[in-house]
């Protein structure tokens, strides 16, 4: 059992490191600087401001499983991109997961990537764990709530196509989203345990 958790978290850092560096790589790709490049979560051990180079601050955190890319969303370059290019800078992480779950169910029995494996903590149960949580942390993202991926990809079109929608029908197509992806978030889970 305890082996089967540091498994399943030395893949939850893999994948969450490929979906923020692809933030990272996608924000460099269109000029912008990376305003912090945090390692971990919760509180601040570390903080250092870096003069020179694409990233404004490093720093590091208590707990040191995840990467995180912080960038300026009211950024004069940021603000200047088109509406495209802001939805791909934040649709890359969760695009990047979904690629990477979709390569590794290649080297599996098509059919079985979300099937329990048969012997725990074998290469095919490995790649299954690495699978779903690709899946799980991309469509998790994807959620239109405010500071994840998909709120500002939903704000995003919401300012560029719904100008005159009602502000009841914005909430209600939020709600309608973020309780279809919950369900789906639901239905991948029920493989993973």
């Known amino acids: 059992m305890i082996v089967h ?3 399943v978290l030395l893949i939850f850092i893999v994948v969450s490191t490929a979906h923020e560096l692809s933030h990272f790589f996608s924000l460099r790709f269109f000029g912008l600087p990376v305003y912090r490049l945090s390692f971990g979560f919760g509180p601040v051990l570390f903080r ?3 003069t020179n180079g694409p990233v404004q601050e490093i720093s590091f955190k208590l707990l040191p499983f995840t990467l995180g890319t912080s960038f300026d969303v009211d950024n004069p370059k940021f603000l200047r991109l088109s509406h495209w290019s802001k939805i791909i800078i934040f649709a890359s992480g969760s695009f990047c997961n979904f690629v990477l ?6 080297f599996i029995d098509y059919g079985s990537a979300l099937k329990p494996s048969s012997i725990p903590n074998d ?3 490995i790649t299954r764990i690495f ?3 690709n899946l799980l942390l991309a469509i998790f993202n994807l959620f239109p709530l405010s500071r994840f991926d998909g709120g500002y990809i939903f704000d995003s079109i919401v300012a560029k196509y719904g100008a005159r929608w009602p502000h009841r029908a914005i909430q209600d197509v939020k709600i309608i989203t973020t309780a279809l992806l919950a369900l789906l978030v639901f239905y991948l889970y029920r ?3």
């Open 101 to 106: 779950a979709f390569i590794a169910s290649l």
């Open 123 to 125: 290469l095919e149960d």
């Open 191 to 193: 493989f993973w345990i």
């Open 48 to 50: 250092k401001a870096l």
């Open 131 to 133: 699978i779903v949580l």
């Open 5 to 7: 958790l540091v498994i």
